[in-house]
């Protein structure tokens, strides 16, 4: 058996004690429901203009930067685009949906 100086024990104790509970204070951070609704909050955002940007791409419209406080009618720049072809495209799209849904009921009742 080696021989420990108890000194040094105590202080590798201590540093063991320091990094568990830092790592403790780590993970409770990361579990807390303040944090995980800041990061679903921010990944939301994130990914609502994104999504935000890429309509506008598919209109024709571009957002242009703002001021905070202008009025909200006027970020987007419009091209006037047709709305006519994407509009009847999620009508249809709607029309098949419920026919689906219509004919699998149909189908799970016989």
Do not use: C, H
Request: charged letters at 30%.
């Amino acid at each position: 058996m080696a021989e420990t100086d108890p000194d040094e024990l105590e202080r590798r104790i201590a540093q063991t004690r320091a990094e568990l509970a830092e790592t403790v204070d780590a993970i409770a951070d990361r579990v807390s429901p303040k944090r995980v609704t800041e990061r679903t909050v921010a990944d939301v955002k994130s990914k609502a203009g994104n999504f935000v940007a890429s309509v506008g791409d598919a209109l024709g419209v571009t957002q242009k930067p703002v001021e905070y406080g202008e009025e909200s009618d006027r970020l987007w720049e419009e091209e006037q685009p047709n709305l006519a072809p994407m509009l009847m495209g999620i009508g249809a799209v709607l029309v098949v949906g419920a026919a689906i849904v219509l004919w699998r009921r149909r189908r799970n009742r016989g």
